[in-house]
């Protein structure tokens, strides 16, 4: 980076693929370097900022940017293979596109709530569906989606207003749900684990939808602060989940019976 560059604070995203570190920045840059040498192997310039995950499949990674235009590119020269442009937008948002990869298909959740699926290879469209918010403010503003994770022949991602199941195979709605929550859910055998945004953690029938427990995590805190509290990442173990909170305190929740067995600040 130039010291004019380095003024600016870009953040990164990384992928790798044997050796080879593939870097996207939100200063418009891509570029991958050897990790044994720190070599530069090659380096691109992009007309906007990056804003996504980097997902790899074969000799290829996959990128959005901020405008939502997804690419295809080549690990080892940089050379775009393909791109496909999703719905464009004037007013630009914060909000992280997700992808995830099968070998047949790439599934891209763009900053403004539409799923597609793309051929791997070519690029094109095979399917799309929207989780819009229909006025311009939500749309653009407010609405806020989770990571998609894609499990056997099904798609599971949530925005700030329901949890959604899709068909990957044909875009098909399976199943939604009703439940506040940003943060990626969490599959085990044929139960779905989420976190809402009020602090419930919440048992799902993976393949119905069905709310099979839910158990309110903030149980012991001052009733004075918990308007202020709010989950921000979780992750699973065989019996418990291990939950960050936006105070600073890490919570260790038994998934048998739903009780905070651990409070660490």
């Known amino acids: 980076y130039s ?3 380095k003024k600016n604070n870009p953040f990164l995203f990384f992928a790798q693929k044997n050796n080879i570190l593939v870097i996207a920045d939100n200063i418009s840059k891509l570029y991958a ?3 044994s040498t720190g070599e530069l192997i090659w380096s691109k310039n992009h007309s906007s900022a990056f804003n996504s995950e980097i997902k790899i499949s ?3 990674f996959y990128v959005s940017d901020l405008n939502n235009l997804i690419m295809c590119i080549s690990i080892k020269t940089g050379e775009q293979r393909w791109s496909f442009q999703s719905e464009y937008k004037f007013i630009k948002t914060l909000n992280k596109t997700s992808i995830v990869l099968d070998n047949n298909a790439v599934y891209f ?3 403004v709530g539409d799923l597609t699926a793309l051929d791997i290879r070519k690029g094109f469209l095979k399917w799309q569906i929207s989780n819009q918010n229909n006025t311009l403010f939500n749309k653009y ?4 989606n ?3 994770v894609m499990y056997d022949d099904s798609i599971f991602f949530s925005n700030n207003n329901e949890l959604y199941s899709i068909d990957k195979t044909n875009g098909f709605l399976k199943w939604k749900k009703k439940v506040q929550t940003v943060l990626s859910p969490i599959i085990a055998d044929k139960y779905l684990f989420i976190v809402t945004s009020n602090n419930f953690f919440v048992i799902l029938d993976k393949s119905t939808g069905k709310i099979l427990r839910s158990n309110f995590i903030l149980k012991d805190f001052n009733p004075k602060k918990i308007k202020n509290i709010y989950p921000n990442g979780f992750v699973a173990s065989i019996k418990k989940i291990y939950l960050s909170m936006n105070n600073g305190e890490l919570l260790t ?3 048998k019976n739903g009780t905070t067995s651990n409070r660490v600040k």
């Not at 503003?141 to 806020?144: A, C, E, G, K, S």
């Open 141 to 144: 503003f407010l609405n806020q």
């Open 109 to 111: 959740l763009n900053s």
């Open 33 to 35: 370097i050897n990790i």
């Open 58 to 60: 074969g000799d290829n």
């Open 146 to 148: 989770s990571k998609v």
């Open 253 to 255: 929740i038994d998934i």
């Open 3 to 5: 010291k004019l560059e």
